[in-house]
């Protein structure tokens, strides 16, 4: 793997990010502002572009008060923070049991195919980078993949194909289920109270 992303020298919150951190904080009881660790984790790693260098999580410490053994226990813990430099798109491809059961493992072989690169790998480009997740709260719709923020749902070979391939080419793809049906209703529409009587 190629992709090599240089680790900052040091972090601060932009100007932006400063007023956002000081309302996040803002939403918890005077002397609870640790609770703000996690939103404000995910603020800096959308700052850097998508991972939390060790600068990062001590930035939030300090700006919480809190030992930094307290912020790196939560950044390992989620598998959201990104502990290494990701590609611009991060698929992530759920692999958990119900997203097993309805095909997951070939939703991952057409992802290594499609973007040429194995689980934990970025693309040489630092345009993608490919993970297997635990449970992505989307199992009604398995399989699932999440890429950055958006949602793919109700995948197979050939959907997940078609999305990376949208994405390689600057396009947006549908958000959501790949296989017709509106979120998670069933396929051929409702089956129950139908009529109004
Ligand atoms: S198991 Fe894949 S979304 Fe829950």
């Given amino acids: 793997m190629s992709f090599h992303r240089e680790e900052p020298?040091?972090?601060?919150?932009?100007?932006e990010n400063l007023a956002k951190a000081k309302s996040i904080v803002a939403k918890y009881p005077e002397g609870k502002s640790r609770?703000?660790?996690?939103?404000?984790?995910?603020l800096a790693q959308r700052q850097i572009g998508g991972w939390l260098p060790r600068i990062a999580m001590d930035y939030v410490?300090?700006?919480?008060?809190?030992?930094?053994?307290?912020?790196y226990e939560v950044a390992n813990?989620?598998?959201?923070?990104?502990?290494?430099?990701?590609?611009?798109?991060?698929?992530?491809?759920?692999?958990?049991?119900?997203?097993?059961?309805?095909?997951s493992d070939q939703v991952v072989s057409a992802?290594?195919?499609?973007?040429?690169?194995g689980i934990g790998e970025t693309t040489q480009d630092g345009k993608f980078t490919l993970s297997e997740v635990e449970c992505a709260g989307a199992c009604v719709n398995a399989p699932v993949a999440a890429i950055n923020d958006d949602y793919f749902e109700d995948l197979d070979e050939a959907s997940i194909t078609r999305v990376l391939e949208a994405i390689k080419k600057g396009e947006k793809p549908k958000l959501g289920p790949q296989n017709g049906r509106m979120n998670s209703a069933p396929i051929g529409g409702p089956t129950t109270l139908k009529g109004e009587g």
């Fill in 61 to 71: 410490a300090q700006y919480l008060g809190l030992d930094p053994i307290k912020v």
């Fill in 111 to 117: 992802c290594k195919k499609t973007l040429g690169i």
């Fill in 9 to 15: 020298k040091d972090f601060a919150f932009s100007t």
């Fill in 35 to 42: 609770s703000a660790v996690m939103p404000l984790l995910d």
């Fill in 77 to 103: 813990f989620y598998t959201m923070y990104n502990k290494k430099p990701v590609g611009e798109n991060h698929v992530q491809v759920c692999t958990n049991l119900p997203c097993w059961l309805r095909g």
